[in-house]
């Protein structure tokens, strides 16, 4: 017997040994590559490669985001196929049975669970989540935008189906940065709901931590266009300044602001009634529902007189995240505020917080009208739902983030864009 046990110790030892010289010529290889032991041991497993286990890395994302045409459109037909759709379909239930075991599911889903550079740690984010439904897409825009020192609010709509909840829940419950809001709303499209959803996260942040530098507002449908790490260099160069869109508010808008409105049916709808002009003669702004803010503008939104009066205003207007932020961002003694004089106006093309495509200022690449080019996804309400042809345009733009991302449409348009930010991101290191 005490033969037997030597035996099997040698061949144990012989076994590591074995293993040790694969282990080595594996990272030989490596650093032929110019990549560090440290770097192989500690960040590799955390890149996504084609050996992962999912139907999309059939594409080829490095052709799709150089723009290769005969790459876009077999990515177009795997899309529509019923095969893949089915495939890449993730269930709710999944997410609520996965996240049992909380360090298994983070491994498996690669989550960045540590700090990859003291420029990042020194300058944590707050984050807002309104979301509602298709909890995949959730779940994968966290996992994008994820970092163990920045702070995220999730807001998920009281309506929306208990799965989804449970979903989001559980997969929350799996960060100590990451909660659901203390108090949901039941939002409702261009009403005052969407405004008091991240109003609510706003305050959960602010008295959460008192840390973090910045505030991010996102929905469902957006996705980052860049790396944690280039967030927060394109934030420090704002020097405490804010960036969205903030301009005159155009003719065809003004009827928002100046009639009452009121849910009718779930739906906002006039009443006839004539509104009183806005508190403290303050000028009304245009701009749209997404927002890049220090943490002295959520403090003002929080306690500053002059918006609490602008906000209660506000309430029975139509599409209030529309004009809220922007107006506020004109406010003298905000913190980042800009004058409101049409000189300091900003477009959303100009502005950092979202790449947005409208419709109607599409164009063929040699139009001198058009302000982008055409969608290469499809139209919801005139944005685009973008599609893997724009990812080459998207990511050379500015803006930290986009929308509109559909996983159910076009799955590896947020694929491919995933792949990129983390291989991004992770050779920054070597």
């Not at 996965?98 to 983070?106: E, I, V």
């Not at 799965?163 to 939002?187: D, E, G, L, Q, R």
């Not at 449908?221 to 967030?231: H, S, V």
Request: a neutral charge.
């Amino acid at each position: 017997m005490w033969f037997l046990k030597r035996g099997w110790q040698l061949r144990l030892l012989q076994f590591i040994a074995v293993l040790g010289s694969l282990w080595m010529l594996f990272l030989l290889s490596q650093l032929k590559t110019g990549r560090s032991a440290a770097y192989i041991l500690r960040y590799q497993w955390l890149e996504y490669t084609d050996d992962d286990e999912s139907p999309e890395k059939v594409c080829n994302c490095s052709a799709i985001l150089l723009g290769e045409e005969e790459e876009i459109q077999q990515s177009k037909l795997l899309s529509i196929s019923k095969d893949f759709q089915k495939s890449t379909q993730i269930p709710d239930e999944y997410y609520i049975n996965a996240t049992k075991d909380c360090s298994k599911f983070k491994t498996s889903r690669k989550y960045i669970t540590f700090p990859l550079s003291e420029e990042e740690e020194d300058f944590p984010l707050a984050y807002s989540m309104v979301v509602h439904h298709k909890v995949h897409s959730f779940e994968r825009l966290l996992r994008a935008i994820y970092a163990p020192q920045n702070i995220y609010c999730v807001h998920v709509d009281k309506k929306s189906p208990a799965s989804v909840f449970i979903a989001i829940n559980a997969i929350t419950s799996c960060f100590p940065n990451v909660f659901m809001v203390s108090k949901a709303v039941n939002v409702v499209y261009a009403g005052w709901t969407r405004v008091q959803a991240d109003l609510n996260c706003m305050a959960d942040l602010y008295n959460t931590s008192t840390t973090w530098k910045y505030f991010i507002n996102l929905c469902g449908q957006d996705f980052p266009l860049k790396t944690n790490l280039e967030i927060v260099k394109a934030l420090r160069s704002l020097k405490g300044g804010n960036s969205m869109e903030s301009e005159e508010m155009p003719q065809g808008k003004k009827g928002r602001v100046t009639n009452v409105h009121e849910v009718v049916d779930g739906q906002m709808q006039r009443t006839g009634k004539t509104k009183d002009p806005a508190p403290f003669n303050l000028p009304i702004l245009s701009g749209n529902a997404y927002i890049v803010v220090n943490r002295g503008y959520v403090r003002s939104v929080l306690e500053d007189k002059r918006i609490q009066a602008l906000i209660e205003w506000a309430k029975d207007t139509y599409s209030p995240d529309e004009f809220l932020w922007a107006t506020i961002q004109r406010i003298p003694g905000v913190p980042g505020s800009t004058w409101p004089n049409r000189k300091f106006d900003m477009t959303d093309m100009n502005a950092i917080a979202r790449m947005v495509k409208w419709h109607w200022h599409e164009g063929s690449e040699d139009s001198l009208q058009a302000v982008y080019p055409e969608c290469k996804g499809h139209h919801v309400r005139s944005i685009c739902v973008y599609g893997a042809g724009d990812l080459q345009w998207l990511i050379e733009q500015h803006h930290l983030f986009a929308n509109k991302f559909d996983a159910d449409r076009d799955l590896i348009a947020i694929y491919c864009l995933e792949k990129y930010l983390r291989h991004k991101a992770l050779i920054e290191l070597v």
